[in-house]
């Protein structure tokens, strides 16, 4: 069972380029969720998306775009990268966002932005 | 808001008990509690959800008291595997979690 797939693994960017990260689940579930992981700070919730075609801020959007391509995948969209931006990524799903939903993680994508 | 979790790190032998609380300023629909290894992606360990409900997992179990707005997990007689960042996540308004930023356990031989 593969779960949840994120490409790229790694990645280094130069200032001002962009980049897509893309996250695919294979558990038919209905939302899903765009992490950032930096030291010290826990995960922050950037994006995330209840069901296919909606999607919502978390606590840090300023600076990243999301597509909910279609149920499978959901990617994120850096337009434009800034070194604040260096920090592991990772793509969550779940059924639902109910309360009693757990969430389910990717591998995460590590990020340098020079 | 992120919920507030302490202590920040803990570090036993192997045989000893921890406990790491999660509070939050909000009131809480659930506490999820996950746990992630070094390099790995976090791995979901229980949820609580409102009610006072206790919940176990092996020698982990938990408990949620929402009149506080907090969690506790309890970590009995603690294994070398054991040894990891756990985090809270508070759903505070029935949609996405906000998690903490997470309590480092180290257990020794």
């Known amino acids: 069972n593969a779960g949840v797939t994120q490409t790229p693994k790694f990645q280094v960017l130069k200032t001002g380029q962009s980049m897509t990260l893309q996250c695919a689940q294979d558990?038919?579930?209905?939302?899903m969720y765009w992490y950032r992981q930096d030291p010290g700070m826990g995960l922050r919730l950037i994006y995330y998306s209840a069901s296919e075609g909606t999607t919502d801020k978390g606590e840090v959007p300023n600076g990243y775009n999301v597509s909910r391509l279609n149920k499978r995948e959901f990617s994120l969209r850096l337009e434009s990268a800034a070194p604040s931006q260096t920090s592991v990524y990772f793509c969550?799903?779940?059924?639902?966002?109910?309360?009693?939903?757990?969430?389910?993680f990717g591998d995460g994508t590590r990020l340098s932005i020079l | 808001q992120q919920p507030v979790q302490s202590p920040q790190a803990v570090i036993l032998r192997e045989g000893e008990d921890a406990v790491i609380n999660c509070s939050s300023s909000?009131?809480?629909?659930?506490v999820h509690w996950y746990r992630q290894k070094h390099g790995e992606a976090p791995v979901f360990l229980m949820i609580l959800l409102k009610g006072g409900e206790q919940k176990g997992h092996e020698k982990i179990s938990a408990s949620f008291n929402e009149k506080k707005q907090q969690s506790s997990l309890y970590l009995t007689a603690s294994q070398l595997s054991y040894s990891g960042t756990y985090f809270c996540?508070?759903?505070?308004?029935?949609?996405?979690?906000?998690f903490g930023k997470g309590t480092t356990l180290s257990v020794s031989s």
């Open positions: 996540g508070a759903n505070q308004a029935g949609t996405a979690l906000i």
């Open positions: 909000k009131a809480l629909y659930s």
């Open positions: 969550a799903s779940s059924p639902g966002t109910g309360s009693n939903q757990p969430q389910h």
């Open positions: 558990m038919n579930h209905n939302s």
